[in-house]
């Protein structure tokens, strides 16, 4: 199992970064795909990046492609989500997550061992 602390959200103007975190702990993360997902209120969870256990491979919804790179340290157990040129409906609670199957998927049940979010809110 994998326990996972996110970190890095707040209130940011459109145009604006962030840098979310996730921080893990437990032997299985350097093995372990990874992914980010978000929340809004009143909607499901979504998809939003994954990147591979090597950090060789990624994938990224269409909504955030060319705006938002996920990236990992092993060293660190550490996975990262820059996120660029933010909108305001980019705001979400954003969870990462341990991928449980062996390659890149997007649906939240393959996921587990869940963050408890960080919210990230764009608005002027």
């Known amino acids: 199992q994998v326990q996972l602390v996110e970190s890095g959200g707040g209130l940011v103007q459109p145009g604006g970064s962030l840098r979310l975190s996730c921080a893990a702990s437990?032997?299985?993360?350097?093995?372990?795909?990874m992914g980010w997902f978000r929340q809004a209120p009143g909607k499901e969870r979504e998809f939003v990046a994954a990147?591979?256990?090597?950090?060789?491979?990624?994938y990224y919804a269409g909504s955030v492609k060319g705006r938002f790179t996920i990236s990992r340290d092993n060293a660190k157990n550490t996975v990262y989500l820059q996120m660029n040129s933010l909108k305001p409906e980019d705001t979400a609670v954003y969870y990462c997550?341990?991928?449980?199957?062996?390659?890149?998927?997007?649906?939240?049940?393959?996921?587990?061992?869940w963050g408890q979010g960080t919210q990230v809110t764009v608005s002027s």
């Open positions: 437990g032997r299985a993360f350097s093995s372990s795909n």
């Open positions: 990147i591979t256990w090597s950090g060789g491979n990624t």
């Open positions: 997550a341990r991928d449980t199957r062996p390659y890149l998927t997007t649906m939240p049940r393959d996921y587990d061992s």
